[in-house]
Structures are given as structure tokens and as C-alpha cells.
């Protein structure tokens, strides 16, 4: 029921875009993103809601295709706080699942 | 402000103890819940809980407790029974059921567990 990330690691120079995906197995009601910096807590970015209800981050983007349960986050022009491991959480039923996880570093 | 409190930041513990981990919000968030993380690995639920007196086990439930006697509160105790504690533990909260709503998690600043 993990949903599964893509890629798994990212190295980006400042100012590059990047893209990443999440796929689940399962039927999604939503899709959460998160981030975390080493040893601290993750960090709520964007929700994607089935129907296009979306409450998120201003320079952050993210798409979610019901039908193919995958849902996308894009991040454009990546500055050096980018820096992360990104996840994307889905809700089934009465639970929360957290992805595999992306690992994105920004190098100047 | 308000946010989720988690003490203590570290957390050491000699084997066939039990400790509790402390886990306080005033958010007035009904969900709280607790994730386990592993060195490079993402998190896991350990237990959740979406009303008062009331909680369900997560994935990895075995060798947890916790209890929900306050709204603002969701302490977890790691027993004897886990034989590999040395993690680190997240606290989360959120208003809604998870696909109830549009809010996130709130998550502490987590507890790092270490048995020695």
C-alpha cells in the first residue's frame, strides 16, 4: 500500500527544474506532499484532493491524475533550500502512507 | 502559537526498559499520530488515534502502547517487547480523518530514541 516514488535521488544545479512522481496501487481520496531536511521533522508542502481541490506552497506545483493514481510535484527554477527528501503521502481509507521518497540535492 | 510539542529531543534507554515518549498539541487537532523513521527509509505508523479514549494500531504497532485520555495529548511508550527501538519517533496531528479534508499534518520536531 506504500506508494512508490520516482526518481529515488536527484541532483539539480540551481535554477533547474525537476519532477516528481508518485504512484499508488490503491484508489486515492488525496495526495499529500511533504519535505524533509535531514534530522528534522517533514514539513507540509501541497494537498491534492480528488475533484482539483488544491491548498499549497506558492512556488510549488503538483498535478493528480485520479484515474491513474499518480500524482506529479514540480519544482521550477530550484533554489539551494530545495534541498530534501521529498514525500508524498496518500490517504485510503482511515490511514495516511507515506511514499518511498525522493531525495533531491541542489548544488550551486 | 500554536504547534505540537515533542520532549525529550533525545532519548536514551537501556535494554528491557520501558520509556514514553511525550506528545502535546494545541491545535485542537481531533487526529494524532505516530510515525517511526528509520536511517534513509521513509515513515511508518506506529499508532493513530482520531478521537479521545479511542486509537488504532498502525503498521508496526507491536511493542507500543499509547493512550488518548486528553485531546491534546498522545504520549506513546516504547516496551521491552521492541527488540529494535533506536529510531527516530514523529508525532503528527491533523484537524480531519485522513480523506476528509484538505489539511495536512502538523508534525513535532520529533524524538530521537537510542538504545544502548
Redesign the interface.
Same mark, same amino acid.
Given at each position: 500500500q506504500q506508494p512508490v516514488q520516482s526518481p529515488q535521488a536527484v541532483i539539480l544545479r540551481e535554477g533547474e527544474d525537476a519532477v516528481i512522481n508518485c504512484s499508488s496501487s490503491k484508489a486515492l481520496y488525496s495526495v499529500h506532499w511533504y519535505r524533509q531536511k535531514h534530522g528534522e521533522a517533514p514539513v507540509f508542502l501541497m494537498i491534492l484532493l480528488k475533484g482539483g481541490e488544491q491548498k499549497g506552497h506558492e512556488k510549488i506545483s503538483a498535478s493528480f491524475n485520479e484515474k491513474k493514481q499518480q500524482s506529479s510535484l514540480y519544482l521550477t527554477a530550484s533554489q539551494l533550500s530545495y534541498s530534501g527528501t521529498y514525500f508524498c503521502v496518500s490517504a485510503m481509507g482511515n490511514q495516511f502512507y507515506f511514499g518511498t521518497g525522493t531525495s533531491l540535492t541542489v548544488i550551486p | 502559537d500554536g504547534g505540537i510539542t515533542q520532549s525529550p529531543k533525545y532519548l536514551f534507554r537501556k535494554e528491557g526498559q520501558n520509556v514514553t515518549l511525550s506528545c502535546e498539541q494545541n491545535l485542537n487537532h481531533d487526529a494524532m %499520530?505516530w %510515525?517511526r523513521q528509520d536511517p534513509g @527509509?521513509?515513515?511508518?505508523?506506529i499508532y493513530?488515534s @482520531?478521537i479521545v479514549n479511542d486509537f @488504532?494500531k498502525?503498521d508496526i504497532a507491536e511493542g507500543y502502547s499509547v493512550s488518548r485520555e486528553k485531546k491534546e495529548s498522545f504520549p506513546l511508550t516504547v516496551t521491552s517487547a521492541q527488540k529494535n527501538p533506536t529510531a527516530?519517533y514523529?508525532c503528527a496531528s491533523s484537524r480531519q480523518?485522513?480523506?476528509q479534508g484538505?489539511?495536512? %499534518?502538523?508534525?513535532?520536531?520529533?524524538t530521537r530514541l537510542t538504545v544502548v
Open positions: - | %499520530y %510515525y @527509509q521513509g515513515l511508518r505508523l493513530y @482520531q @488504532q498502525g527516530f514523529l480523518k485522513p480523506g484538505i489539511d495536512g %499534518y502538523t508534525f513535532g520536531s520529533g
